[in-house]
């Protein structure tokens, strides 16, 4: 683990963005740029991490952490479905093939929890009992389980919009997926989580929630984007669960911390005090090592003219 110190030092050198103009088409997304390359598409991704739609902070080594760990669970995962990984070449880089993303996402929910307007936990409270048309027993305490996990289905976020939450019925309804599609895709997230679950508690972990996205490859269903990273999961330690006080490590530590400043999304954020990114980072880079066994070691920083030497080897 990297000491507080040297998180400290690397605040200035957050990767923000790259810059490639040779690689062809870019798009910039919250926590990444992709660029695309023939039947490609590169990933890069950066120290941006969205708190909140819209509300955008830098973390030292949030990239190389979500991207290492991404490739790790998708070598987990790969008997499960296929993946879109051809080569990670470098920390903060992802070959993937191109795929043509499904226009919905799936959320899986495994306990009942959050802090936001849309949470779960935040419907139920509010007396729903069947948050998005699941029914639930009376009787739930926040952060407890699920008697089964939760399948969300989202549309596909366009433009800055918000995810919106569609039934399966209106996805067919719709054309956006055909229903034999759907309940392929429902089924390899229910494996994904089972499998995500397990090895977390593996590790002293909970994976509480989660979010995947799949796209179509040579007419195939395959697993894109990121997979059970701190920025696309929701993750929390055993041990301080047992106690009675989740211990988040993931970006569900930031979202708390802006709740807790009075701000859930609108207007203007408060600024993050440098000892909190810290905090955050630490956070990021503990998951990683007790997920995988290994140490986070990161690559020197800054970092734009090393990915440009990696990716013109990488084509060479």
């Known amino acids: 683990m990297l000491t507080h110190e040297a998180l400290l030092q690397a605040l200035p050198y957050a990767l923000d963005s790259v810059d490639l103009p040779t690689l062809g088409t870019l798009q910039r997304g919250k926590v990444r740029d992709s660029y695309l390359r023939e039947d490609e598409r590169i990933l890069i991704t950066t120290d941006r991490v969205s708190a909140f739609d819209r509300v955008l902070g830098l973390i030292p080594y949030k990239g190389q952490v979500l991207n290492q760990l991404s490739a790790w669970w998708f070598a987990q995962t790969a008997h499960i479905v296929p993946n879109h990984v051809r080569s990670v070449p470098d920390p903060n880089v992802t070959i993937a093939v191109n795929a043509k993303p499904l226009p919905v996402e799936i959320v899986v929910r495994g306990y009942i929890t959050g802090v936001t ?21 009376e009787g739930l305490r926040k952060n407890d389980p699920l008697p089964q996990p939760i399948l969300t289905p989202t549309t596909k976020a366009q433009d800055g919009a918000h995810d919106a939450i569609i039934t399966p019925d209106e996805i067919v309804a719709r054309g956006l997926v ?3 599609r759907w309940q ?12 995500g ?3 977390a508690a593996d590790a002293g972990l909970i994976l509480v929630d989660t979010k995947y996205e799949f796209g179509i490859v040579d007419g195939q269903l395959t697993l894109i984007d990121e997979v059970h990273t701190p920025d696309s999961s929701r993750f929390w330690a055993q041990e301080a669960y047992a106690s009675g006080k989740p211990e988040s490590l993931s970006k569900e530590f930031l979202r708390e911390w802006f709740v807790a400043q009075g701000y859930r999304g ?10 909190f990114v ?12 007790q997920l995988t066994g290994l140490t986070f070691h990161p690559a020197p920083l800054p970092a734009q003219d090393r990915i440009a030497r990696t990716l013109s080897a990488y084509y060479a």
Do not use: C, D, H
Not at 278 to 284: D, E, K, P
């Open 117 to 137: 307007s849309t949470s779960l936990w935040t419907l139920y409270e509010k007396g729903e009992r069947a948050p998005y048309g699941v029914p639930l027993p």
């Open 178 to 180: 055909s229903r034999e």
């Open 184 to 195: 392929e895709v429902a089924n390899a997230a229910l494996e994904l989580f089972a499998e």
């Open 197 to 199: 679950q397990r090895l």
């Open 266 to 275: 609108e207007g203007a954020p408060p600024i993050m005090p440098a000892e």
């Open 278 to 289: 810290a905090q955050v980072a630490q956070r990021y880079i503990r998951l990683y090592e």
